[in-house]
């Protein structure tokens, strides 16, 4: 089944891919069917924001169409940045490094011990046909005072898992793929996709 994934992160279609391959879901960038839409993000959550995308490349394509919103949130900072990770500090010059920067910089203060903080997806898939499904994954750890590790991307290099004992742009691809937030969503997404008999049993 060929799915169009909602986004313009090569990133994310790498690490979805990856997954959902094993489902037999073929998955191309929006880009790579010659569509170039800003999706407007107006929802409040992370189910909503990722329902939105996908409706609207679907719309757009014509095919399913799948969309991840996913995003960090520190408990000492209330929930945020949560589903404003991707343009935390509202400014444009800012890149993943940037925000990365600025979240540490916003959480100095909090000592350690209380720096707990939670990765969040909720995958959307719709089809042409009204069908929805949605599913959400979390992954609970810690933030680091500064970045370490290579791999990854956004904020993996501040974010520490403790059963790895090491943070998530630390781990190798093949060990983020078996606990990040966006599998442990694939997951719950390839069991109800099961359930509505679009994948194999």
């Known amino acids: 089944m060929k799915v169009v994934l909602a986004s313009k ?14 489902f037999g879901i073929e998955l191309v960038l929006q880009s790579e069917l010659g569509v170039d839409i800003d999706v407007e993000e107006t929802g409040t959550t992370f189910e ?5 995308k996908a409706e609207a490349v679907m719309k757009a394509t014509g095919l399913p169409a799948l969309a991840d919103d996913s995003g960090i949130a520190v408990d ?12 935390y500090g509202f400014d444009e010059s800012l890149d993943d490094w940037g925000r990365m920067m600025l979240l540490l910089k916003n959480t100095e203060a909090v000592p350690d011990g209380h720096r707990q903080a939670q990765f969040v997806c909720v995958i959307t898939f719709v089809t042409p046909e009204g069908q ?7 992954v609970h750890g810690e933030l680091t005072r500064q970045p370490r590790g290579g791999n990854g991307f956004g904020y993996d ?7 790895l004992g090491c943070t998530t742009a630390e781990a ?6 078996k ?5 442990r969503a694939l997951n719950v997404f390839y069991e109800k996709l099961k359930e509505a008999g679009y994948a194999d049993k």
């Open 132 to 138: 929805v499904i949605q599913a959400r994954g979390e």
């Open 172 to 177: 190798s691809p093949e060990e983020k793929n």
């Open 179 to 183: 606990i990040s937030h966006r599998a």
């Open 48 to 52: 909503e924001n990722s329902y939105i």
């Open 9 to 22: 992160n090569r990133h994310k279609l790498v690490e979805i891919s990856k997954i959902t391959e094993k």
């Open 76 to 87: 000492a900072l209330n929930g945020e940045p949560g589903i404003y990770s991707a343009r």
């Open 157 to 163: 290099p501040i974010f520490y898992y403790p059963p």
